[in-house]
């Protein structure tokens, strides 16, 4: 049984999920009451989410390839440009929070710290989220915009080649992460593995100013030039091969 504010802070998220209509964002199937209960009834990801499947090529101790994750990147990088023209945030952007269909379609969920802006008000200062993918600005409590959900963004596209966050560290205190966070200390990502190009999305997106972040849309017609460019490249050879 929920309290009020739970029940409150429920719906208003069924809300915001009825809003949004796009096909990486989780869709909001059915809500009902039952008895003293509020039931949501959400589409299925039957494959897990993006944090298994990290786990599972680091298990492995195999890498992702790029093309790989320029699929899955494209897909959730266009969904949360759909959210930021809706003028919605999402705040809590990780892997854990990324859904895989078992058609291979990723899904951006939990919308539950998401919140609508209105057009003339570009800043938040509620401090939540997952600290390892949150930005200077958010740590800090000194107000922060959509892209800060950039900033998270291009953690987990580099978590997604590392196989761990930027800012991972064994033992780490919160105080430690905080100081990383801020210097923008992070280790490369292997040349030999990743293109300049993939590597420069990351930087771009992990960067301390916020104006000088992409903006979703930007993030998504790069990363998706570039999955139908690799796409392209592999038919080419495959048809040469014939």
Known sequence: MMDPKARNDCIKEIDLLKSLDHVNVVCCLESFIDGKDLVIVLELADAGDLGKMIKHFKTQGKHISEKTIWKYFSQISGALAHLHNRRVMHRDIKPANVFITGQGIAKLGDLGLGRFVSQTTIEAHSLVGTPYYMSPERIHEAGYSFQSDIWSLGCLLYEMAAL?????????????????????????????????????LVAAMIQTDMAKRPTAEQVFETSKRKYEAMQAKDKAAAAATQ
């Not at 761990?164 to 430690?176: E, I, N, Q, R, V």
Request: charged fraction near 25%; proline fraction near 11%.
């Open 164 to 200: 761990h966050s930027p800012f991972y560290g064994d033992k780490m205190t919160l105080a430690g992460l905080c100081r990383k966070i801020e210097a923008c200390d992070y280790p490369p990502l292997p040349s030999e593995l990743y293109s300049e190009e993939f590597r420069g």
